[in-house]
């Protein structure tokens, strides 16, 4: 069975300051990543995938995540946060036409 | 514009009542799901469908059931034998057959809350 770790449950980071959302997935012949992001009492936005090929996946909004089959990590990672990027991140990895969610990283970006 | 709607987006019920929480997608969807999210758990898969008229248990199915009798909808209802249903729940849907590789669209979500 899959399993997606989200490595922190929350992380504060201040306005403007960089920050990484760590995230381990399970080995598979073929990886599938995404990460979401939800604002509170709202569904699932996905920020960005990896399907295959660059392991350096551009999503919205700033963010990008690097895949490191080596490793089994998909971490999430901005330069430079502003207060809107308050919100909860998950990790999923895609198999068996099912997607495996971590639990998680609340991102709370103080003034 | 398409996408994803649930219904109520807040839900009340008493004890022992079933409930059918509402999904309709018109993104042309194959593949639909419904999570369960509670706080600090991620997201827990109770059924998905990836074509009219079949579904599959996911992870968490006990106390639920659910229909797809059309494309565009997969109603979820949540019965009395599930014992601790005050959840938020969320429904998504993804194109093609529900394939790994398939990014899946969410719905805003019901709150559903037993008294």
């Known amino acids: 069975a899959q399993s997606v770790t989200q490595l922190d449950s929350q992380v504060p980071v201040f306005e403007e300051a960089p920050v990484e959302l760590r995230c381990n997935y399970s080995s598979s012949v073929s990886v599938y990543l995404f990460w979401y992001v939800q604002y509170p009492n709202q569904g699932l936005q996905l920020l960005l995938k990896?399907?295959?090929?660059?392991?350096l996946v551009k999503g919205i909004n700033g963010f990008e995540a690097e895949f490191n089959k080596s490793q089994t990590s998909f971490h999430l990672r901005k330069p430079s946060v502003h207060i809107s990027d308050t919100a909860e991140y998950f990790c999923a990895q895609g198999s068996n036409y099912k997607l495996t969610f971590g639990k998680g990283t609340l991102l709370t970006v103080n003034p | 514009d398409g996408g994803i709607t649930q219904s109520p987006k807040y839900l009340f019920r008493k004890e022992g009542q079933n409930v059918t929480l509402s999904c309709e997608q018109n993104?042309?969807?194959?593949?639909m799901y419904w999570y369960r999210q509670d706080p600090g758990q991620g997201l827990r898969l109770i059924y998905y469908?990836?074509?009219?008229?079949?579904?599959q248990k996911g992870d968490i199915a006990e106390g639920y059931s659910v229909s797809r009798e059309k494309k565009e909808s997969f109603p979820l209802t949540v019965t009395s034998a599930q014992k601790n249903p005050t959840a938020f729940y969320l429904c998504a849907s993804s194109i093609g057959s529900g394939g790994d590789y398939n990014e899946q669209f969410f719905g805003p979500g019901t709150r559903l809350t037993v008294l």
């Open positions: 469908s990836q074509i009219v008229n079949d579904f």
């Open positions: 993104l042309n969807h194959d593949a």
């Open positions: 990896y399907l295959s090929g660059s392991t």
